[in-house]
């Protein structure tokens, strides 16, 4: 699925920076990819879609917002999700490209579908949250139960806890929701313990898998295949969704796990292969978080729409001049020379990199918001500001002078 006017979902000055789904078409696009997949133009979801997983009150808000730059309420208006000009349309419209997805791999029109602009799997029924206005995820899921799909299994393996599909799904059996994410007690959105675990008949169907900060590949890889394929096995579902989000990258700014472009490429393969083995090959992949913008998302995602296409793309593969060449033109442009990342010691740059402290990486470098009197959990919110006057700080003060901040929530 893909249309410019995925574009069009721009918070503005904001890590969510939509030209990370720009890069990744054009790099997928100059390696090839896009000739061997069909580009379906998506449709914006519609009132009746929206409504399978928001509240009417919700979608009312959303549309005067839209018009509205002074709009605050029902979780908008926020540094995480700040109203732009036309956030209905954009948020519908991506909203609807997963719903596509998931109907063409339901009847059968493909085995696999990606939606890259997809992933917004925070949004709540009643509230933006986490940079997520419309959850895609819950109304591609619903799209399939309602054509007809028995079991469904979602995979979430971006860095923060998949929370507006876990709730969604809770108290329904027909849906194994499956999280690997940071150790909510050190990230946004602080839910997603090995104790939440569903409820009623669904006891057992939302499996979570927390991870401590530091985690690279060959950790996150462990935990992977230690739990995924077997409790995906078990449950037999008709259609595999997952959510690929890649902000799990080594050098994403707001989050502290450690994998590269080539363990997150491992792990999209595994999904691949594990949809072929335990749903018939039926795999609707969306995207999701990632803030490296230039230098991991067009990568990683560009191995996600190869991997769908069948003929994935091999890591010593050159990056194409011409996508170099757009990344060193951006602001703070970087770009790495081969597909792996083996190759990063050998990246261009226009500007030194950022040191990489625990601090300057980690969400709580942004802003907090205390959920208990011994658990902390962090907000993924617009970074820049914080971190400047966090970087100025004395090393010794910057965790107690940002842990004193807090979120609108």
């Known amino acids: 699925m893909w249309d410019e006017g995925y574009l069009g979902y721009d918070f503005g000055e904001h890590p969510l920076n939509p030209i990370r789904l720009d890069l990744t078409i054009r790099l997928a696009r100059e390696l090839g990819v896009l000739d061997r997949l069909e580009v379906l133009a998506p449709r914006p979801a519609d009132e009746a879609q929206l409504l ?142 090995p104790i939440e675990l569903g409820v009623g008949d669904a006891e057992g169907t939302s499996v979570n898998v927390a991870l401590p900060p530091g985690t690279d590949d060959a950790g996150w890889l462990r935990a992977f295949n230690a739990v995924v394929p077997g409790a995906v096995r078990a449950f037999g579902p008709d259609v595999l969704v997952t959510q690929d989000g890649c902000d799990t990258h080594h050098e994403d700014p707001l989050a502290n796990l450690e994998l590269s472009v080539d363990g997150q490429r491992t792990a999209i393969a595994a999904l691949h292969a594990l949809a072929h083995e335990a749903a018939n090959g039926k795999w609707v992949a969306l995207g999701g978080g990632g803030y490296g913008v230039i230098r991991c998302v067009p990568r990683t995602w560009t191995h996600l729409l190869a991997e769908a296409s069948g003929v994935p793309v091999a890591p010593g593969t050159l990056v194409p001049a011409a996508c170099i060449m757009r990344c060193l033109v951006l602001p703070r442009g970087s770009a790495c020379s081969t597909m792996s990342s083996s190759a990063s010691a050998r990246c261009s740059r226009t500007a030194p990199q950022r040191s990489r402290t625990w601090t300057s990486t980690s969400t709580t470098a942004t802003a907090c918001r205390s959920r208990s009197t011994t658990t902390r959990a962090c907000s993924p919110s617009a970074c820049t500001r914080i971190r400047a006057r966090c970087s100025r700080a004395p090393a010794s003060r910057r965790r107690s002078a940002v842990a004193k901040r807090r979120a609108p929530r």
């Open 52 to 193: 399978t997983a928001h509240t009417p009150d919700y979608l009312a808000a959303v549309r005067v917002a839209s018009e509205d730059p002074s709009f605050a309420g029902f979780g908008l208006g926020t540094d995480d999700d700040p109203v732009f000009p036309g956030m209905y349309a954009a948020s519908a419209l991506i909203a609807g490209g997963s719903a596509i997805a998931a109907q063409h791999v339901w009847d059968g029109h493909s085995e696999h579908a990606v939606n890259i602009a997809g992933g917004l799997h925070h949004a709540m029924p009643g509230f933006a949250s986490g940079f997520c206005v419309f959850n895609d995820v819950v109304i591609a899921i619903r799209t399939l139960l309602a054509a007809g799909a028995r079991k469904i299994a979602y995979v979430d393996i971006d860095v923060h806890h998949g929370d507006g599909v876990q709730a969604a799904f809770y108290d329904d059996p027909r849906v194994l929701t499956i999280s690997l994410h940071q150790d909510p007690r050190t990230l946004f959105p602080g839910t997603g313990l």
